[in-house]
């Protein structure tokens, strides 16, 4: 009923620059959250960024005056642009919502496929 797509992942150089893309579609009544969590190989998953549909946003500490977040409430997307990269930042990044469907009144989590980002030399 609903898919999250995202694009944008890859391999970068260190101080480089990538920017993550994410699509929600289906049958969407509204979005509360969207954002963009990342789990490191041998880590636990952690909030990268996200944007509450009144427009502020929160940022984990590490990724805060480098990466930026975005979204177009119109369009059900979100973005992350990711500058000035290294290399503690590779991980699989997943786009996450906080959404409820047209045939719920529950607003829950819904995930992306994950993409991945890799930050070497």
């Known amino acids: 009923q609903v898919q999250l797509v995202e694009s944008g992942g890859g391999l970068v150089q260190p101080g480089g620059s990538l920017r993550l893309s994410c699509l929600a579609s289906?049958?969407?009544?509204?979005?509360?959250?969207m954002g963009w969590y990342r789990r490191a190989p041998g880590k636990q998953r952690e909030l990268v960024a996200r944007?509450?549909?009144?427009?502020?946003?929160n940022y984990a500490d590490s990724v805060k005056g480098r990466f930026s977040i975005s979204r177009d409430n119109a369009k059900n997307t979100v973005n992350l642009q990711m500058n000035s990269l290294e290399p503690e930042d590779t991980a699989v990044y997943y786009c996450?919502?906080?959404?409820?469907?047209?045939?719920?009144?529950?607003?829950?989590?819904?995930w992306g496929q994950g993409t991945q980002v890799t930050v070497s030399s």
């Open positions: 996450n919502a906080v959404l409820r469907t047209t045939t719920s009144f529950v607003y829950r989590d819904y």
């Open positions: 289906g049958s969407i009544a509204n979005i509360n959250t």
């Open positions: 944007v509450i549909s009144a427009g502020s946003t």
